[in-house]
């Protein structure tokens, strides 16, 4: 059974960078894709950004280059990390192993996700 834990702050101010960590448990980052999806309030599901196997990356261009995913295969995580957050970031953020194509909200395994607030 994969498992995925997101870690984080909560709560961030604007202008700053919010930094996301998940961590898995029962599959390994280098055998699959792996995404972060979020979802403002009262919106549906929104993919950010995946990173493949292969450690290849892929962004959404609404996020107009702000994003950025990194991995550490030692520790089996990956980590998102959002420049110059604004208000308009709030939203529960979710870690998912992917199925399908890498630049959709496709997953099979999703972590509980964690709410980020943008806020001063």
């Known amino acids: 059974q994969v498992q995925l834990q997101e870690s984080g702050p909560g709560l961030v101010k604007p202008s700053q960078t919010l930094s996301l960590t998940c961590t898995i448990s029962?599959?390994?980052?280098?055998?699959?894709?792996w995404k972060w999806i979020r979802q403002p309030p009262g919106k549906g599901l929104e993919w950010m950004g995946s990173?493949?196997?292969?450690?290849?990356?892929y962004y959404s261009p609404s996020l107009k280059s702000r994003a950025s995913i990194s991995r550490d295969t030692s520790k089996n995580q990956f980590t998102l990390q959002l420049s110059s957050v604004a208000p308009e970031d709030t939203a529960v953020y979710y870690c998912?192993?992917?199925?399908?194509?890498?630049?959709?909200?496709?997953?099979?395994?999703r972590g509980q996700g964690t709410q980020v607030t943008v806020s001063s």
């Open positions: 998912a192993r992917g199925t399908g194509g890498l630049l959709t909200t496709d997953y099979d395994y």
């Open positions: 029962g599959g390994s980052i280098t055998a699959n894709g």
């Open positions: 990173i493949a196997f292969s450690g290849r990356t």
